[in-house]
């Protein structure tokens, strides 16, 4: 559904460029009305949002049914660390609560579950004792937003709800000002893992980012060959350095992986001595390498 998503926007709106695109898609991807990407992101969320707050209002009351505890765990998982049980904690509801309102989520296609990966610890013999911080650990699976633009106003809007109504916009968008490079690089993220599907050269059977109580991966996947890729997405204004290849190796050694391809992608690019590197183990990729996805077999 991304992917479709960003087709859409991309010919809908025909930026100047795939960096410009991606910022503007984390914001308005799935939005329903023509946008002038003219304008500034800034600028069209005062614009097309602040200053029409009253009728989006209504539009996403009307999807969530107006439900006190559905907004506050759209915007728990739209601001926290999307794990199960921190949102349900932060929005102050009860796993049988919690459940009710995530179903309506996901049977509205608002919310997706992103299943962990994590392996649970077995014991090497019936009554062996686990040590007690391993026993304590709970897997928490993880939610994603199917629609760009509702993670958009639950992250920015729907917490400033009080200000917006009352005119008060500067609050909104100096928050966004803070967030917005953090808040794009996980739409950046979710489009790489697009990316690597639908270009690898072997066929991808399991994809997406991997974590567990110590370490996190954006992208972890295995193909049809059984070839191990792990990837890092950096969307930042400066261009990614070997420092990062070296952290991302780090986490490979934390979970003794051993990786058949490294792929790394950046906003910016990349620093010389790291393209020097680049070769059959490691594929670096660019903000205008995402126009691959624009085309219909990709």
């Known amino acids: 559904m991304l992917l479709k998503y960003f087709r859409s926007f991309y010919s809908t709106n025909y930026p100047n460029d795939m960096e410009q695109c991606i910022d503007a898609f984390s914001v308005f991807g799935g939005f329903y009305e023509p946008l002038n990407l003219d304008l500034t992101i800034k600028e069209l969320i005062r614009t097309?949002?602040?200053?029409?707050?009253?009728?989006?209002?209504?539009?996403i009351s009307a999807i969530v049914q107006n439900d006190r505890d559905t907004r506050y765990l759209l915007m728990a998982i739209a601001i926290g660390d999307r794990r199960i049980d921190s949102a349900l904690k932060k929005a102050h509801l009860s796993r049988a609560k919690g459940a009710a309102v995530l179903e309506f989520l996901h049977q509205n296609s608002i919310i997706e579950v992103e299943r962990s990966r994590e392996k649970i610890p077995k014991?090497?013999?019936?009554k062996q004792q686990l040590k007690r911080e391993i026993a304590r650990h709970r897997i928490s699976h993880k939610l994603r937003f199917k629609i760009p633009f509702?993670?958009?106003?639950?992250?920015?809007?729907?917490?400033?709800?009080?200000?917006?109504?009352?005119?008060?916009?500067q609050t909104t968008l100096d928050f966004y000002e803070r967030h917005c490079q953090a808040f794009s690089g996980y739409v950046f993220e979710e489009l790489s893992n697009l990316l690597l599907v639908n270009t690898h050269e072997s066929k991808i059977i399991n994809s997406g980012s991997y974590w567990d109580k110590n370490v996190e991966i954006d992208i972890l996947a295995l193909t049809q060959k059984m070839q191990i890729i792990v990837g890092e997405c950096k969307w930042t204004n400066h261009k990614v350095n070997k420092k990062e290849l070296h952290k991302l190796e780090d986490k490979c050694d934390k979970l003794q992986l051993t990786p058949d391809?490294?792929?790394?992608f950046s906003k910016r690019g990349f620093s010389n001595e790291l393209v020097n590197c680049a070769d059959d183990?490691?594929?670096?990729?660019?903000?205008e390498d995402f126009k691959v996805l624009l085309t219909n077999n990709s």
């Open 48 to 59: 097309e949002i602040l200053l029409k707050y009253e009728k989006h209002y209504n539009y």
């Open 261 to 264: 391809l490294i792929v790394l």
């Open 150 to 169: 509702l993670r958009f106003w639950f992250y920015f809007i729907e917490p400033h709800h009080k200000d917006i109504k009352n005119g008060n916009f």
């Open 123 to 126: 014991k090497i013999y019936p």
């Open 281 to 287: 183990k490691l594929k670096l990729y660019k903000a």
